[in-house]
């Protein structure tokens, strides 16, 4: 099966500054990535997606970069907000289906 | 636009009943996947369906098992329920076939086994 797994389980970040989230992911065919954030007791919110043949995307005040050598992921956020805090998760989405594999999750704490 | 709605919010079921989540998707969508997340875990894919018929399905027992109608809303169905089947239930709409677009979420059913 796919194995999609985050390097840091927690976050703690200062309003303001910047937040990298990061993500391993297991299978060389997926070819496509999403990034989503989930409040407590939502479901998850897209927040931007890259495809395999590009290596860097941007988005309002987020930039995901896409390491398919090392096969690594990571959603750069700038400024942080308090609104930011959340659970942020990774997706991986393999050619050879339609199914989103997640990874367990990071959990981003802005501190005021 | 209303979104991907899921409904109930809540649901408490013992053990061994069955159960039924639903779920209208996103105006314009045709396609909808369903998912666990166990707390503190990311979602796992049950199962996808496209044209009213299941097109991928996830790990998960036959105890699962789903259908989508004409209007594309469609519904989970979880039989024998075990207390491992505690849970938050996701649903997720796209368009097309579904492949390599962006999914939308609903907030989920939440659903507790005693």
């Known amino acids: 099966g796919e194995s999609v797994g985050l390097h840091l389980p927690t976050l703690s970040v200062q309003e303001g500054d910047n937040s990298i989230i990061n993500c391993a992911y297991s299978?060389?065919?997926?070819?496509?990535f999403i990034w989503y954030k989930q409040e407590s007791g939502k479901g998850p919110q897209f927040i931007i997606d890259?495809?395999?043949?590009?290596d860097k995307r941007q988005g309002q005040r987020v930039t995901v970069l896409l390491n398919k050598t090392v096969k690594h992921l990571s959603l750069q956020i700038a400024a942080t907000q308090p609104g930011d805090s959340a659970v942020y998760f990774c997706?991986?989405?393999?050619?050879?289906?339609?199914?989103?594999?997640f990874g367990t999750g990071t959990s981003l704490t802005v501190i005021p | 636009d209303a979104g991907v709605t899921q409904s109930p919010t809540h649901l408490i079921k013992t053990r061994g009943q069955q159960v039924t989540l639903r779920c209208s998707p996103k105006?314009?969508?045709?396609?909808v996947s369903w998912y666990q997340q166990a707390l503190g875990q990311g979602p796992q894919f049950i199962f996808q369906y496209y044209e009213e018929e299941e097109r991928q399905r996830g790990n998960f027992p036959d105890r699962f098992s789903g259908h989508q109608f004409p209007n594309y809303s469609s519904e989970l169905n979880v039989n024998a329920l075990l207390l491992g089947d505690s849970a938050l239930y996701l649903c997720?709409?796209?368009w097309g076939d579904g492949t390599h677009t962006e999914a939308f979420f609903g907030q989920g059913t939440r659903l507790t086994v005693v």
């Open positions: 997720a709409s796209s």
């Open positions: 299978n060389s065919a997926s070819d496509y």
């Open positions: 997706a991986e989405i393999p050619n050879t289906g339609n199914q989103f594999y």
């Open positions: 890259i495809r395999s043949n590009m």
């Open positions: 105006s314009g969508h045709d396609t």
